[in-house]
């Protein structure tokens, strides 16, 4: 297997033994994932090799079943599988893998715990002992407009660990930074739940961190794109989903603004604002996409109307929620100037 990403699984319609190679180009290392890993018996073994064949270091070895996913990663661009077959799928357990580019990272062999690879949902650790430049956690979505929600599980310790974990958008050492957010016209307020702008993010607990203990971050999914639209009218309403009754659980909504001529410009009032503090977030992007820079981040309460104004002729406003605590939402009014 030698393509950037894919999955495979022990299911094979026959009892047996197998083994796969997957590689990569030279400066790329392979994550792999395993989600219900299992075997039938004690006997049979899973083995995973840091390297292109049986003779290579042993990375995992393991029978029976292991409840939790688990990921780990090649130090250089050859992992090598062993795994027995099943002839029924439910005993079958299933392995993503992705490669990626190792630059940023030290290319020192893998130490379980050490960051790791998130598909879809899961659990990601911060832990002290691996705060290091190659404890990097790589998440993503392979579904097509779908949000990465990280929720915080221990929010009291975000105090002390907000400015200690990087969370970027897509998996290079140089993405843009998505957390924390610091806004100009307020104090850094402390996130404790971060959407994804893509379909990938990179999670780094920096080794300055001040964590005293160990802490957990929920990785699920948000399948947006239901309520997405397009606004061209020289003015109009955005109000978040049934307000002024409570908003959607696990959403991402995103009202796109394009109005002519080109030269115009869009400015927005927001009147009401009515979220979970620090969870549930209001963006106004000066652009199209949410790769535009940021013109506000809201969440909480609005103590008085906020004017907003962009530099072109476009604006995408944007609302998330995570799955707890709904409240009314927002409204807000655009023109063009
Ligand atoms: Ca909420």
């Not at 998130?118 to 650790?125: A, E, F, K, Q, W």
């Not at 300055?208 to 160990?214: A, K, S």
């Not at 981040?297 to 004017?307: D, M, R, Y």
């Amino acid at each position: 297997m030698n393509a950037s990403k894919g999955f495979f699984s022990s299911f094979s319609g026959q009892l047996g033994r197998c083994s796969v190679l997957i590689s990569a180009p030279t400066n790329q290392v392979i994550w792999l994932l395993f989600r219900q890993l299992q075997t039938k018996s004690l006997q049979q073994l899973v083995k995973v090799y840091d390297g292109p064949n049986a003779q290579s270091r042993l990375l995992l070895t393991h029978s029976g079943r292991l409840s939790v996913s688990q990921s780990l990663r090649s130090t250089r661009n050859f992992l090598y599988v062993e795994y027995p077959s099943y002839s029924h799928p439910n005993s079958a357990f299933f392995a993503f893998y992705a490669a990626m580019d190792a630059a940023g990272d030290s290319r020192s062999p893998y130490i379980p715990g050490c960051g790791g690879y998130i598909v879809d949902s899961g659990m990601l650790i911060g832990d002290r002992r691996f705060v290091g430049d190659q404890c990097v956690w790589y998440i993503e979505n392979r579904k097509k407009n779908h949000t990465i929600l990280l929720s915080n599980n221990s929010p009291t310790l975000l105090a002390d660990a907000s400015y200690s974990i990087v969370v970027s958008d897509g998996w290079s050492a140089d993405g843009a930074v998505i957390n924390p957010v610091i806004l100009s016209d307020t104090t850094p307020q402390l996130v404790k739940s971060i959407y994804s702008l893509s379909d990938k993010i990179r999670v780094h607990f920096k080794p300055d961190g001040n964590f005293q203990r160990l802490h957990s971050w929920t990785v699920s999914e948000i399948a947006s794109g239901k309520c997405w639209s397009n606004l061209s009218e020289p003015t109009g309403t955005i109000k978040s989903p049934n307000y002024p009754s409570p908003y959607d659980d696990m959403s991402d909504c995103r009202w796109t603004i394009r109005v002519q001529p080109a030269t115009m410009k869009i400015r927005l009032l927001l009147a009401a604002v009515q979220t979970e503090q620090d969870h549930d977030f209001i963006y106004v992007y000066n652009g199209a996409s949410v790769d535009s820079p940021l013109l506000l981040q809201k969440s909480g309460q609005l103590t008085l109307p906020t004017v907003v104004v962009s530099s072109t002729n476009e604006m995408l406003v944007r609302f998330t929620s995570n799955s707890m605590t709904q409240l009314s939402g927002f409204l807000a009014l655009y023109s063009s100037i």
